[in-house]
């Protein structure tokens, strides 16, 4: 990864609050059968919620298993202030769970061991971990809370933990794309043991997706930095950081960058597993 200053990642995070009166109501807030757009206003303070065995800790909820909406996932900002956090933040066994650090630092422990979280921190937590965090900061720490039902395969290992940072991975360049266009891998694509993955794909001025990817893979994406321009199912939306969206599996999907900086965004997707068929009967 580029060490000058020019290109040091940043993240955008939220900070909620609440608009005056005289704000004007129209907004890009989108929601479709094939996608939804949560721009960066709509996170304020009366859209937060709480969660069981949380101190001092608020949340934005961007997707959640829901008919019609995002099938195969959850996604929080979770926020929490000087002394909060949790030992008990996963009541759900099956779930597994990465955690990506957009502001202020924490402290991690997995199965026992303690990892200090700064912004671009990245976690791999497996379904059933014996984990907990707590920010003894004197600022609040806004990170990414990406959970799946992790899908169990007969003969395939259980992934283990990790924890890393960002900055200690090299990107990825796509082929043919002179650098514009990259993606930083948390994990080896080749690694069934994965049944996500949540990379972060950035855009140089002037990059571009150029076909409308068309595939079985949900999305989750998340603008960390600079905007875009994104070709949502028939429309083309306008995004910058802090902004969100959800693509439903084949969703058609392109964009290039529209700003002087990169464009940046955590994206999640499901891979690596047979489609459910159950339900389905053929007839």
């Not at 609050?17 to 004007?24: A, E, F, N, Y």
């Not at 875009?228 to 939306?237: A, F, P, Q, R, T």
């Amino acid at each position: 990864m580029m060490t000058d200053k020019a290109n040091q990642p940043t993240y955008y995070a939220p900070h909620g609050g609440h608009p005056p009166q005289t704000q004007l109501l129209t907004d890009r807030a989108v929601f479709t059968e094939a996608y939804a757009v949560i721009p960066k206003g709509v996170m304020r303070d009366i859209v937060t919620s709480h969660l069981p065995f949380w101190d001092k800790t608020r949340l934005w909820v961007l997707s959640r298993p829901l008919s019609g909406f995002a099938e195969t996932f959850s996604q929080y900002i979770m926020e929490v202030s000087p002394g909060g956090g949790s030992d008990r933040p996963e009541t759900d066994p099956g779930a597994e769970a990465v955690l990506f650090v957009v502001e202020g630092e924490m402290t991690l422990t997995l199965e026992g061991a303690e990892y200090r979280m700064t912004p671009g921190g990245y976690a791999f937590i497996p379904p059933g971990s014996n984990w907990k965090v707590c920010n003894t900061a004197e600022q609040a720490v806004r990170f990414h809370w990406i959970r799946k039902a992790y899908e169990y395969v007969e003969g395939v290992e259980v992934p283990e933990a990790f924890v890393t940072n960002e900055a200690d991975i090299e990107p990825g360049e796509m082929p043919d794309t002179n650098g514009c266009w990259a993606t930083t891998r948390f994990v080896d694509q080749s690694d069934m043991r994965h049944d996500m993955h949540v990379n972060i794909v950035t855009f140089e001025p002037g990059g571009v997706i150029p076909f409308a990817e068309t595939h079985v893979m949900e999305h989750g994406l998340y603008v960390l930095e600079g905007k875009g321009v994104y070709l949502l199912n028939k429309d083309w939306v306008e995004v910058e950081a802090g902004d969100y969206m959800w693509l439903r599996a084949f969703c058609p999907q392109a964009c290039y960058a529209g700003g002087p900086g990169r464009f940046r965004y955590l994206l999640y997707k499901d891979v690596n597993r047979h489609m459910k068929l159950s339900g389905f009967t053929g007839r």
